[in-house]
C-alpha cells in the first residue's frame, strides 16, 4: 500500500517494495531523516529481530542490513544462500515467509524473480523490505544512491547524470531511474543496443516530462555531467552466454574517461565492480562508490527504525 503523503513519515508497518511507494516529498522527508541517523547508534531496536532471507548472491545488501539492526540493538537471523533452506525441498515462497514471520518482526528478502518481494507481503502481517526482486527494483539501493548524490552534489535537481552500462538488466538503474523522474534533471542513457533500458521506463520519464538522451556511444552525448553511473553487465539475467560474451566489455571507466568529461563528475557504481571502473580511479576526489557503501548502512538503520516504528530518543 503507498505511503500516506500527508505524514510523509508515517512508515510504521509499512512494506517496502517499490520505489513508487514513495512520492517526491517523502523521498526528500526520507533522506533527510536518514541523515540524523550516521552517526546514531542508541538501541532503539533492542529485542527487535530482523528475518533476513537471501535467495540471490549478496555481500553489501545482506551486511548493510545486518549492521544497521545490530547497530541499533536488533538481532538477525536467516540465510544467505537458499539451498540451506527448506527452499532446496520445494516449499514455496509463500509458505517460508508464513513460517519465518514467526520468528521475527520484519523481514528482508533478495529473490530471482519479478514480484517475489510484492507476493512475500501479501503472505505476511510482517513488514517485507524488497532487497532486490529480479530485474525489477532496489529499492533501498535507490534510497542511498540519492542519499550519496545529494551528500555529494548538494542537490537532487539540475544535474547531468549519466547511467552507463547494462540499462536492460540492472535493477538498481531501474529503481533510481524511476525514482529521478520526481525531480529535474537531464538523464544520458549510455549502454550497448542490446541492453537498452526496456521502454516502461522511457514511457514514465515521457509521462514526467525528463529530458533524456540514449546512445551507445558515451563521447558522442554526454559531457560535463555531474554524475556518472556506471553498472555491472549483469551475466546472471542473460539467457544466452554468447550474448553475454559480445559486450561484457562494452565500457571501462578509466582517467581519460573523467578527464573527457570535464574531470568533475561522482562516478558511482553500486558494486560489485568487475572491469567497469579502473582501479586508478580509486583515489579520484568524485569516486563516491565506497561512500556510497558507508551510506547504505545510514539509511537501512533509517529504513529499519521507520518501518518498525521505533523512532529516534
Ligand atoms: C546490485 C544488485 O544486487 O542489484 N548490488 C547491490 O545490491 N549493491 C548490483 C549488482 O549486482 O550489479
Do not use: W
Request: glycine share 6%.
Amino acid at each position: 500500500m503507498p505511503v500516506n503523503a500527508s505524514d510523509a513519515l508515517s512508515l510504521a508497518g509499512r512494506d517496502l517494495i517499490s520505489v513508487r511507494d514513495f512520492t517526491r516529498d517523502e523521498l526528500i522527508a526520507f533522506l533527510d531523516e536518514a541523515e540524523a541517523f550516521e552517526y546514531y547508534t542508541s538501541p532503539i531496536l533492542s529485542g527487535m529481530v530482523m528475518g533476513s532471507l537471501f535467495f540471490e548472491p549478496s555481500t553489501r545488501t545482506n551486511l548493510s542490513f545486518s549492521s544497521a539492526m545490530q547497530r541499533l540493538g536488533g538481532s538477525v537471523l536467516g540465510f544467505a544462500d537458499s539451498k540451506v533452506s527448506s527452499t532446496s525441498k520445494g516449499e514455496s515462497l509463500a509458505d517460508t515467509v508464513r513460517v519465518v514471520e514467526n520468528y521475527c518482526d520484519i523481514i528482508l528478502l533478495r529473490h530471482p524473480f519479478e514480484g517475489a518481494a510484492r507476493l512475500a507481503s501479501e503472505s505476511t502481517r510482517l513488514p517485507v523490505i524488497n532487497a532486490g526482486d529480479g530485474t525489477n527494483q532496489h529499492p533501498t539501493q535507490t534510497l542511498l544512491d540519492l542519499y550519496t548524490i545529494r551528500q555529494k552534489r548538494n542537490a537532487l535537481e539540475g544535474l547531468k547524470i549519466a547511467f552507463i552500462g547494462d540499462l536492460k538488466y540492472s535493477r538498481t538503474v531501474h529503481s533510481l531511474i524511476e525514482t529521478l523522474s520526481h525531480f529535474d534533471n537531464e538523464l544520458f542513457l549510455i549502454s550497448p543496443t542490446s541492453l537498452r533500458i526496456p521502454p516502461d521506463f522511457l514511457e514514465e520519464l515521457n509521462a514526467n516530462g525528463t529530458v533524456y538522451h540514449e546512445d551507445e556511444d558515451f563521447f558522442s552525448i554526454a559531457q560535463d555531467v555531474d554524475v556518472l553511473y556506471s553498472t555491472r553487465i549483469q551475466q546472471e539475467r542473460f539467457p544466452d552466454a554468447v550474448e553475454y560474451e559480445k559486450v561484457k566489455n562494452a565500457y571501462r571507466i578509466d582517467r581519460e574517461t573523467i578527464e573527457k568529461l570535464g574531470g568533475k563528475a561522482t562516478l558511482m557504481h553500486p558494486l560489485p565492480r568487475l572491469n567497469e571502473i579502473s582501479m586508478d580511479l580509486d583515489d579520484y576526489p568524485g569516486a563516491a562508490y565506497f561512500d556510497q557503501v558507508r551510506n547504505g548502512v545510514t539509511v537501512r538503520k533509517a529504513v529499519l527504525s521507520l518501518l518498525l516504528g521505533k523512532t529516534r530518543v
